[in-house]
């Protein structure tokens, strides 16, 4: 099983910032990796998908990109609504497994 | 607007059975793959199964394969994940969710099941 490892675990930043998440692979994942974010008490929603694509209605500020083994999610410019819990997500080898998620929180 | 809405949570002893349904609204619920993943308290998402549109091929993880079983009715829109066995480790949050027809990935989630496992 391909073990996705999130960093930082934590991410303090203030909004107006960018915030750079890290999620490395154990192995190639090809270009198949997305990015969820899950706020308390909610489903996840899809961000990014294939590494870069943004999902339906998902703002630009959030963009993704790496290939392999090492992704990146960017936001841009933190707003208020984006303080969650992110998590990587890889189809790319059966069978598909998440990180462990990073917090971005308000510092 | 599309929906998955799940049902059938609750407070199950050890070593009994209980079984998930999902119903799926507003869109073609036949041509879609479909999966469950679950989310223990505090902790993260863990993918269980998938089911390809048809109900054909069935897919598990490790840790429920044998004790879990994913299908669907396509006449009824509806998914089910039915859970024998259960453990204490079972307790979670779980989630029905569509694939991407364009994609592998999920892109419509229920808003969960919460099951507890305990005596």
């Known amino acids: 099983e391909i073990v996705l490892t999130q960093s930082p675990a934590t991410l303090s930043l203030s909004p107006g910032e960018r915030a750079t998440l890290s999620c490395r692979a154990s192995?190639?994942?090809?270009?198949?990796l997305a990015w969820y974010q899950q706020k308390p008490g909610q489903a996840p929603r899809l961000l990014i998908y294939?590494?870069?694509n943004r999902a339906t209605g998902i703002p630009a500020r959030f963009s993704g990109s790496g290939s392999e083994t090492d992704f990146t999610l960017t936001i841009s410019s933190l707003e208020p609504e984006d303080f969650a819990i992110y998590y990587c997500?890889?189809?790319?080898?059966?069978?598909?497994?998440f990180g462990q998620g990073t917090k971005v929180e308000i510092k | 607007q599309v929906h998955l809405v799940e049902s059938g949570g609750g407070l199950v002893q050890p070593g009994r059975s209980l079984t998930l349904s999902c119903a799926a609204s507003?869109?073609?619920?036949?041509?879609?793959?479909m999966h469950w993943v679950r989310q223990a308290p505090g902790k993260g998402l863990q993918w269980l199964a998938g089911?390809?549109?048809?109900?054909?091929?069935?897919y598990y993880a490790d840790s429920v394969r044998g004790r879990f079983t994913i299908s669907r009715d396509n006449s009824k829109s509806m998914l089910s994940l039915q859970m024998n066995r259960l453990r204490p480790e079972d307790t979670a949050i779980y989630f029905c969710?569509?694939?991407?027809?364009?994609?592998?990935?999920?892109?419509?989630w229920g808003q969960g099941a919460t099951v507890t496992v305990s005596s």
């Open positions: 192995q190639s994942v090809s270009r198949y």
């Open positions: 089911i390809s549109y048809n109900g054909k091929n069935k």
């Open positions: 969710a569509r694939e991407m027809s364009a994609s592998r990935f999920v892109d419509v």
């Open positions: 507003e869109f073609t619920f036949s041509t879609y793959v």
């Open positions: 997500h890889q189809r790319g080898d059966w069978p598909p497994s």
């Open positions: 294939d590494t870069s």
